[in-house]
């Protein structure tokens, strides 16, 4: 009898170890797309659905996107039977019914635990047999298989992981959305490897300064940065890893440089200073979250949640430079925040990660998720550069900014109360690089300050290579142009494809901008000289050349 159970067991143990396999979201099964919009079938599995579009992960990873309508009848169907599965998965509850669940990350079960457990159960008929008799239970062993087994099953729940993808692909496109509302402030484009984006650090849909108070002010003031391509733009990494070891974003790590870009191009720091001080909580930030630092740059230290008053409550503010998008009070399919994990995010459908900013401590990321390097000084790299002007400045102790308005298009003018008395600080700029401050205290001879910095740059588009456009994607005659220029569309470009279209001079200033395709410019009281045309469509911008004559 005892031969043959060793022999039955063994034929067990075998057979279940070379069943077991780790459940991955490699092993989804494809679906059968009919775009019925192409007349084309396209094989893959169900990523997301988000304002209308429908993102498909391809068997070779890529991901693409269509419209919903795009899609026949039965496949809109099986669309919105995801996405309302997924909604009950996220509140802990079942797949509709009659809808097959496809594997998502999710619980594995290893081969270690089954043969773990396989031994541990083999272990213990071996202790309790007698091995001789009619009787095959020995009761005076019975006692020892309770550890046995309480060992066995313990084994084998270790065996049990989340089976998140520690790398994914993140969709351009879709990081693109959530810069969109902020454009053309904001320039964006991509590789194989990062996401750039351009811009110069300065806010347009609200103030900076107003409301740093006690201790907080630095005496430094807004100037407008470079950070540009081809080596000074911010970079999200498009195959954000998750980590083995999450650094954390404390009082020594990360407390120079930035750590996020937000979505209207500011970057954003740790919640910290440099010398460890709660940035908010010590007074240092204005009404905004923002303040600026040695090199009169101004950025973020809290999560600007304050952009939802301009975006869509669905959407990024922000992604974090190991690559993962941070989110506010809503998740990406518009429900309330769900509980957050020690890093102040978690995993979302398909396991990918995002953070959270709130208005509590630590307000955005607390530690990364995601693979980050830190130079010797802690500062996270690669990342854009601020350039000074001039050197650092001290706390003013006890002063107020009440005010901070633009003057002209090259200058700004900081207003403070210090001891009952209104302080002013003009200051500008030439396209030659040449900074002036102006300091002015009533009963008080205003005082200069003239400083030879960087000159001056603007946010432009790429020049795509002209040979993109022997597509015949678009055309735009007549160039040279004297009057009227015609933006004319061919297929398979279509005029709900054009998000907007943006025509900049030599100096980066906007001549023209409209969010959606018109035919017609008239360049009739443009001075004359070279522009930049720059159309965006979804994803993509393809720019030209114009000379007005």
């Not at 995010?345 to 990918?352: A, E, I, R």
């Not at 569309?489 to 030599?506: E, F």
Request: with cysteine.
């Amino acid at each position: 009898m005892r031969k043959i159970l060793i022999t039955i067991l063994a034929l067990c143990l075998l057979a279940v170890c070379a069943g077991a396999h780790v459940v991955e979201y490699g092993e989804v099964k494809m679906h059968h797309w009919n775009i019925e919009s192409n007349n084309c079938i396209v094989e893959g599995s169900f990523y997301m659905m988000r304002d209308g579009m429908v993102f498909i992960d391809k068997a070779d990873n890529k991901i693409v996107s269509y419209p919903l309508n795009a899609f026949s009848k039965e496949d809109q169907e099986y669309v919105m039977k995801k996405q309302e599965w997924i909604r009950k998965l996220n509140n802990r509850d079942v797949p509709p019914a009659g809808f097959a669940a496809e594997p998502l990350p999710g619980v594995k079960f290893t081969m270690f635990a089954t043969a773990a457990l396989s031994v541990f159960f083999l272990l213990l008929l071996f202790g309790l047999s007698k091995g001789t008799g009619q009787n095959f239970i020995n009761k005076n062993r019975i006692k020892y298989a309770y550890p046995i087994l309480t060992v066995g099953i313990l084994s084998a729940l270790l065996g049990f992981n989340k089976a998140y993808r520690t790398t994914t692909t993140t969709n351009p496109v879709f990081i693109d959305s959530a810069f969109t509302p902020f454009k053309p402030n904001v320039i964006t484009s991509w590789d194989t490897t990062y996401f750039y984006v351009q811009s110069h650090g300065i806010p347009t849909t609200h103030g900076m300064m107003v409301g740093i108070s006690s201790n907080g002010w630095q005496q430094q003031v807004p100037i407008p940065q470079c950070y540009l391509l081809p080596a000074n733009a911010w970079s999200i990494p498009l195959k954000p890893t998750i980590a083995a070891i999450h650094i954390p974003v404390d009082t020594i790590h990360f407390t120079r440089g930035a750590i996020a870009i937000a979505v209207n191009g500011v970057p954003i720091f740790n919640e910290h200073t440099n010398t460890g001080a709660d940035a908010l909580v010590a007074g240092q930030l204005d009404n905004y979250g923002g303040h600026c630092g040695r090199a009169d740059d101004y950025h973020y230290h809290i999560a600007p949640l304050h952009l939802y008053g301009t975006t869509a409550a669905n959407l990024p503010i922000a992604y974090a430079f190991d690559g993962f998008a941070v989110y506010g009070t809503h998740e990406p399919d518009g429900t309330p925040m769900i509980a957050l994990d020690t890093n102040h995010g978690h995993f979302w459908t398909g396991g990918v990660y995002h953070y959270h900013g709130t208005a509590t401590y630590p307000y955005m990321i607390a530690r990364f998720a995601g693979q980050v390097t830190e130079d010797g000084t802690h500062q996270l790299v690669p990342q854009a550069a601020a350039s000074p002007v001039r050197g650092g400045q001290n706390p003013l102790s006890g002063a107020l900014i009440t005010s901070c308005t633009q003057v002209g298009t090259n200058g700004y003018r900081l207003i403070y109360t210090l001891g009952g008395v209104s302080d002013t600080v003009t200051y500008s700029w030439t396209s030659a690089g040449v900074y002036t401050f102006v300091f002015s205290s009533p009963g008080s001879a205003p005082r200069d300050s003239v400083y030879n910095g960087f000159v001056p740059c603007f946010v432009l588009p790429n020049i795509v290579n002209e040979a993109n456009f022997l597509l015949n994607r678009l055309n735009i005659y007549p160039n040279p142009a004297n009057g009227i220029i015609s933006i004319a569309l061919n297929a398979p470009l279509l005029p709900t494809d054009v998000q907007g279209i943006t025509v900049y001079n030599t100096l980066g200033e906007t001549v023209f901008h409209t969010f959606s395709y018109i035919q017609n410019i008239d360049t009739r009281t443009w001075p004359k000289g070279s522009y930049i045309v720059n159309i965006q469509l979804a994803g993509e911008q393809i720019s030209k050349k114009l000379i007005v004559q």
